[in-house]
């Protein structure tokens, strides 16, 4: 069956960095688009980037600028490299992966999404 497990997620201070990783399993990876999603206490599931099978990817405008996504077909893994962390982005964060291809027009959507992860939490300090 379709498996996602997350790594990568730690306590850090503001300013820092970190990557996360999504190892897949159960499903043709390269086919897929691939996605990571956010869940802060008390807030809603929000998409913050994800990536097609063909390379073309879809941010959050807001987060676009300190966070890159990729993926790398042949580890059937799925990448976001995050930097200069603000306490604000301090949440569980979610691969998800989907045979559909994505709107580009847009941050990808909760509902974009079939199969989901168990989560990571990253925690940012000041």
């Keep these: 069956q379709v498996q996602l497990v997350e790594s990568g997620g730690a306590s850090v201070q503001a300013g820092g960095s970190l990557r996360l990783s999504c190892v897949a399993s159960g499903f043709t990876f390269s086919h897929y688009t691939v996605g990571w999603f956010r869940q802060a206490p008390g807030k809603e599931r929000e998409g913050v980037a994800a990536i097609q099978s063909d390379g073309a990817t879809s941010y959050s405008q807001f987060l676009k600028d300190r966070f890159t996504i990729s993926r790398d077909n042949a580890k059937n893994s799925l990448f976001l490299q995050m930097r200069n962390l603000k306490p604000d982005d301090t949440a569980t964060y979610y691969c998800a992966a989907d045979p559909r291809g994505l709107r580009l027009d ?6 974009d999404f079939l199969h989901w992860g168990q989560g990571t939490q990253v925690a940012v300090s000041t």
């Design 106 to 111: 847009r941050a990808p959507q909760v509902a």
